[in-house]
């Protein structure tokens, strides 16, 4: 990999200083929006700092929700966990885990899959989804929550690009855009089948200001894996680094732009398995029965309605091997969309909107519904 390269595409994605106040703070850069959520005065900000996963969620609201609405979010100043609308009052047993679709991005409070369940179960669900989080970054808030507010089930919903977020250092060098920032994470080797886990290289606010010195940057991550996967991917020949950033040498004679991306993906998937297998000791330890949901993008949906290899196939299959109980939301969509006779972009259409709409919501929570009620002792008290 050549330095020059490596380090001006470094450079290229620092933050700005307003960018680091903005996200310190908790405060939009671009926007004051106030508005009185049932007395909590809010602005439009997404996330703020926080060292233990990253960052958490704020009160906002934001635009981009269904037929152009704004979409309105707010948080128990508690636990955190988006606001309950169904049955908030009432003992809760289920805890939901994950990024944006777990958190639901594009839809009110009361829209989430989450509240759709709970008003048909007649209990609370709780929603501990964060928006960007990797599936280490969802465990890691499992282990914070759990301990003071803890439920008999816990859900981890795993969605397709939270496997390549589980090796982020810090999220702008994969992504290759400004504003994203660090975060904990894992390095792993394919070929020895180990894993470490790295905490976050900013381990207070005032060390994100950290990555507006270029010298600061290039030292810690010239030597980041995810670099090496980006740089070899943009054509410069160093796909062996690459590779061997993975533990993948197997696949060094291969020397192709695929073979990288295949190595980054195994890679993803390997430290996906070896959180859920951390999320399932620290479950049986703690007396809670761990439900493992896969979901997905439009994108992946589509390559599974047009019956194409799935990117998680090694995955699917070390899940079959073991004792965990999951669930593949895309068994949903194929058994859906065997009742339409549209096309697969017609028929994901009013489902999706980046993240799910209202209507994707309800046909996620529909769509494990049996399968989670099936997992509940007692059954809710509709199934009494």
Known sequence: MSDDTARDYLRSIMPTRAMVDHFVSGQ???????????????????????????WVVCD????????????????????????????????????????????????????????????????????????????????????????????EYVILNVWDDDHFRNLDAWRSIRMGRQGRFTLPHLRVNLETCEHEERENICPKAD????????????????????LKAVMARTGNGEDQAALEAFGATDLANAGSDAVVYQAQTEAALFATRCTIEKAAAFCEGTGKKLLILLSFSSRSIRQALSGNLLFDQTLLDWLASTGYTWFDLRDVFREDYARHSVSIDDYLDPLYNGHHTPRGNFLFAWGIKDWLVGQLDPKPLPYH
């Not at 939009?28 to 990253?54: F, H, Q, R, W």
């Not at 060390?207 to 995810?226: A, G, M, R, S």
Request: glycine share 10%.
């Open 207 to 226: 060390d994100l200001y950290q990555l507006l010195d270029d010298d600061w940057v290039w030292e810690t991550f010239k030597d980041d894996p995810v």
């Open 60 to 151: 906002g609201v934001r635009g981009g929700s269904v037929d152009g609405s704004r979409g309105f979010y707010s948080y128990d100043p508690v636990d955190g966990a988006r606001t309950s609308i169904h049955h908030a009052d009432k003992p809760c047993r289920i805890h939901t885990y994950g990024n944006s679709f777990t958190h639901c991005d594009q839809v009110s409070d009361g829209e989430t899959w989450q509240e759709y369940l709970a008003a048909h179960l007649q209990e609370s669900i709780r929603n501990y989804g964060i928006g960007g989080h990797s599936v280490y970054q969802a465990y890691r808030r499992m282990r914070i929550v759990e301990p003071d507010h803890p439920a």
């Open 28 to 54: 939009d850069a671009e926007t004051e929006i106030s508005v009185d959520l049932g007395g909590i005065m809010c602005n439009n900000a997404k996330s703020a700092y926080d060292p233990e996963i990253g």
